[in-house]
């Protein structure tokens, strides 16, 4: 269970609420504020709709006063509560009324999504996945959560593809390496058993002193090479490069392991939807990785919006000055200085800085809805009437957050929050250092130890010169060769496709041409090996499919095979926080995964067993010893 949960870990860092939130319920927001999203909790229930509706209007209006965009928690709390009290099953109705308070709270959206397509309602389908992509274009943490669950899942997948490849290529060259080790031991009454446990050892020690599964695959690939045809090297190859892959993803997932504590609940970075309550340090000299004048910059930002929605409006509106002087999201700085104006009654000020905005965002934004409230107010219809496009286009584009502008007609004021781009572009400027720091992911300690970080690389690539080395060796120097057909083991040199199939398969005589001990030998070798052709096809599925000589075929079978074991291994720590909406999802991508796991298991069983039947068929051995 080690690997799923360090996989699972880092997704739930970066886009998943601590179940602790029933402990304090929304600090930091003004008192009236975390009043009313109690009310809002207290009055979710299926058979209540009207009464949650007017406390959810009553929280809204007080989130339109303090600037607040979203109040993830409420949610989160009020999905703990169907579940403690039993009526989870019902709790589509309240819980798409939370998405008017909550709008940015992606297990929301994502929950949402699920229960449209489970009761098939594609209208309702079409606008939550609206809102869902919403919420991760202006969520800070919620693209960093997306593309850690995918590049999670993408590695977990694969790490299972290179277990799958190497166990399966290392079955298929098992016969013959084993035939091989035997002339080692021929001084011995009966060589071939010493060979048998000497093969068995290679496979198991490893496994059993715990070296991780991306050393033990390139050490089964390499011990495999010299037996392999052209099609299964590709396979080899493409193992080894995936793990490759896997190693320098690691980098990024360090970064965004370090990154994950800011984006948890109360980091700054998830301010826009849980209020902050842990300030890093990030000037240049402070050791952070995370440091510099652009992580500076967003920081003061995200401070200036506590300020905001903690209902601190004089300090909001110095902390915006601030940051228009130093130039720092000039346009978003304006537009929330001027909300923030507004708000102290000065709406002289407010315009001017909503107007400097639009200046800055002509294509539309938050600051031309303002703008065109404040001219309305002040009968300044000529200037209304010239933004008025762009205002309620504005308006429309926000549309997943709950604004509706035949409804906002009581000076409604919209914030702008942290751009999410400034997330990816500052992570993005420490792409140099994502190898050096690719040694201390999880992923180093979980796939490739005991090896130290920076031999990774250099293992991998002579895990794959090896590989190269030993196929292009085997084409000069006698090794056994195995009869894909019938299991016949000879000494042959060069390719071996001109040798996997024996001349007596070739020549189709069945149990043989002659009688005797000789036959019976040959049927008994013929027998023996389609029971072990058929085990590998049961136990790893595609691997009697490799016997058929269906190498690519494989591949791809293998490919389709592991997605799904990816999305299992990510999704497998659910139980652990079972009362969470992110929890629940993680429930049924897991249920689908295993579902996939078991029918793609049992078609690739049936498919190996039923190649390698037609294989012998096409050779006159299949009704031989049977």
Not at 191 to 209: K, Y
Not at 544 to 551: E, I
Request: positive net charge; contains cysteine; aromatic residues 10%.
């Amino acid at each position: 269970m080690r690997a799923p949960a360090v996989l699972s870990l880092l997704f739930l860092m970066a886009s998943a609420p601590s179940t602790g939130l029933a402990e304090e319920a929304f600090p930091g927001y003004p008192e009236s504020v975390r009043t009313q999203a109690l009310r809002v909790v207290a009055a979710a229930a299926p058979d209540r709709t009207e009464a949650l509706a007017v406390e959810v209007r009553s929280l809204r209006k007080l989130m339109f006063d303090y600037g607040i965009l979203s109040m993830n928690a409420v949610p989160d709390l009020v999905f703990e509560r169907a579940a403690k009290e039993g009526w989870k099953q019902k709790a589509s109705v309240p819980l798409r009324e939370m998405a008017k308070v909550a709008p940015l709270s992606v297990p929301l959206w994502a929950w949402l999504v699920r229960e449209d397509a489970s009761r098939f309602e594609p209208d309702r389908f079409l606008d939550d996945l609206s809102g869902l992509g919403g919420a991760l274009r202006m969520y800070g943490p919620a693209p960093l959560g997306y593309a850690a669950w995918v590049l999670l899942f993408a590695s977990a997948a694969a790490c299972w593809f290179s277990a799958w490849a190497s166990i399966a290529l290392l079955l298929r060259a098992r016969p013959a390496l084993t035939a091989d080790l035997s002339r080692i031991f021929r001084s011995l009454p009966r060589p071939e058993v010493p060979a048998a446990i000497l093969v068995l050892a290679l496979f198991v020690v490893p496994v059993l002193a715990g070296v991780g599964i991306g050393v033990c695959a390139v050490f089964w690939i390499a011990l495999s090479a010299g037996y392999l045809r052209r099609g299964e090297l590709v396979i080899a190859t493409t193992a080894i490069l995936l793990l490759a892959g896997v190693f320098l993803c690691g980098g990024f997932f360090h970064s965004v392991d370090q990154l994950a504590g800011d984006t948890r609940k109360g980091g700054w970075l998830g301010g826009e939807g849980y209020f902050p309550q842990r300030w890093p340090d990030v000037s240049t000299d402070s050791g952070n990785p995370f440091s510099g004048p652009r992580w500076e910059g967003m920081l003061r930002f995200t401070r200036a919006r506590a300020e905001m929605q903690g209902g601190n409006p004089g300090a909001a509106e110095r902390a915006w000055s601030g940051l228009i002087r130093d130039g720092i999201e000039v346009a978003g700085a304006y537009n929330n200085r001027g909300v923030t104006r507004a708000r102290l009654g000065n709406a002289d000020d407010a315009l001017s800085d909503f107007e400097a905005a639009v200046e800055r965002t002509p294509a539309g934004g938050p600051a031309h809805w303002n703008a065109y409230q404040l001219y309305l107010e002040g009968f300044r219809l000529e200037e209304a009437r010239r933004i008025q496009a762009t205002a309620w286009a504005s308006i429309r584009d926000l549309s997943f957050l709950g604004y509706q502008g035949e409804e906002m007609t009581h000076g409604e004021l919209v914030s702008s929050p942290m751009p999410v781009g400034d997330v990816w572009k500052n992570l993005f400027t420490m792409r140099a250092g994502w190898l050096r720091e690719a040694g201390k992911s999880p992923f180093h300690s979980l796939f490739f130890r005991p090896l130290p970080g920076g031999w990774v690389p250099a293992f991998l690539a002579v895990g794959w010169f090896w590989t190269a080395a030993w196929k292009l060796l085997s084409r000069k120097i006698w090794l056994h060769s195995t009869c894909r057909s019938c299991g016949t083991r000879t000494m042959v040199v060069g390719t071996r496709e001109s040798s996997d199939i024996c001349n007596s398969c070739r020549a189709q005589i069945g149990g043989g041409v002659r009688g005797g001990e000789e036959r019976v030998r040959r049927v008994q070798n013929i027998t023996l090996h389609r029971r072990y052709v058929h085990a590998c096809s049961v136990l790893f599925p595609g691997a009697g499919a490799l016997w058929a000589g269906k190498d690519l075929q494989a591949m791809i079978y293998g490919i389709f095979l592991c997605l799904p074991l990816g999305a299992l291994s990510v999704s497998m720590r659910a139980g652990s926080a079972s009362l969470a909406l992110i929890s629940d999802m993680q429930t049924l991508v897991a249920a689908g995964a295993l579902a996939c796991v078991a029918l793609l298991w049992a078609i690739g069983a049936w498919w190996g067993w039923r190649s390698f039947d037609l294989l012998q068929l096409r050779h006159n051995v299949a009704g031989e010893g049977s």
